[in-house]
Structures are given as structure tokens and as C-alpha cells.
């Protein structure tokens, strides 16, 4: 799978997204077991760009993913081991308690393979911070 930045600082995904607001709503009744094979899917094809807006059946993409995008690399960042301290940033208690309850996601073997597989070693590469706004700051 080919892969485009979003932006010009954004990420780096897949050139071609899956949207999921047919996995939960808008078009007829939704099939949880075909949701999840086809997502899986999709990672398998290397497909990393995800559309599972909330507003998609109020959170059920996100539930058949088994926890929000979010949670997920969160779990995945804690399972690289014990010098690794995510620190997401959000100003909304209701974000907090979904971050917070990422510590107690534990990915299998096989989990954690796949979320590696989306995005491979050197695929992110540069700069923490663009260099103008380094120098806003003093840097």
C-alpha cells in the first residue's frame, strides 16, 4: 500500500482510508462479525488511515475495534516497555478516563504484531516540533 502525509507536518497513511460509518449505521442493519473481518482486513492490506468518527452509530466503530484508536496506541506504547511514558494531552475529563483506562489494555502477541505492521520502523521520520515554532520558543 502506497502511503501520502496528510498535510504538510501531518502524518504519514495509507493512500487509501476505509470509511466505517457503514459498519454502524446509515446503511441498513450492521453485521458486527463482517465489521470486524473487514477491518482486519484492511490492516492486513496495510490500510491505516481509519474513518471511525463517533458520530458513526454514537462510538459503535470504535467498539468493534474492541477500544478506541486512541486506547490502542496508547496500549501499544506502554507494552514497548517500562521507559516508554505517553503523555496525550486533552483538555476533557470524558478523553481522560478513555486514556486512562488504555493502561489496562493488554495486547496479545499477535495485537501488537499488527499495530506494528501499520506504521514500520523509518516510516516516521523528522523533527519533534517544525523549526518555526521551535524558534517562537526561544530554541
Known amino acids: 500500500m502506497k502511503h501520502r502525509r496528510l498535510g504538510t ?15 454502524s449505521t446509515a446503511y ?7 465489521s470486524v ?7 492486513e492490506l496495510g490500510v491505516t488511515l481509519l474513518d471511525t468518527a463517533d458520530a458513526y452509530g454514537r462510538g459503535a466503530n ?9 486506547q490502542a496506541v496508547l496500549a501499544w ?16 475529563r470524558g478523553y481522560l478516563d478513555e486514556n486512562a483506562a488504555a493502561a489496562g489494555i ?8 499488527r499495530l506494528r505492521a501499520a506504521v514500520p520502523d523509518g516510516a516516521v521520520a523528522g523533527e519533534r516540533y517544525p ?3 521551535l524558534e517562537r520558543l526561544g530554541h
Not at 28 to 34: A, K, Q, R
Not at 62 to 69: I, K, R, Y
Open 9 to 23: 507536518h501531518g502524518p504519514g497513511v495509507s493512500a487509501l482510508g476505509l470509511g466505517c460509518m457503514g459498519m
Open 28 to 34: 441498513g442493519v450492521p453485521d458486527d462479525t463482517e
Open 37 to 43: 473481518r473487514t477491518l482486519d482486513r484492511a490492516v
Open 62 to 70: 470504535e467498539e468493534s475495534l474492541g477500544c478506541t484508536p486512541a
Open 77 to 92: 506504547l506502554l507494552a514497548q516497555g517500562e521507559d516508554i511514558v505517553p503523555i496525550p494531552g486533552t483538555k476533557r
Open 106 to 113: 493488554e495486547l496479545g502477541p499477535e495485537q501488537a504484531a
Open 131 to 133: 523549526l518555526a515554532a
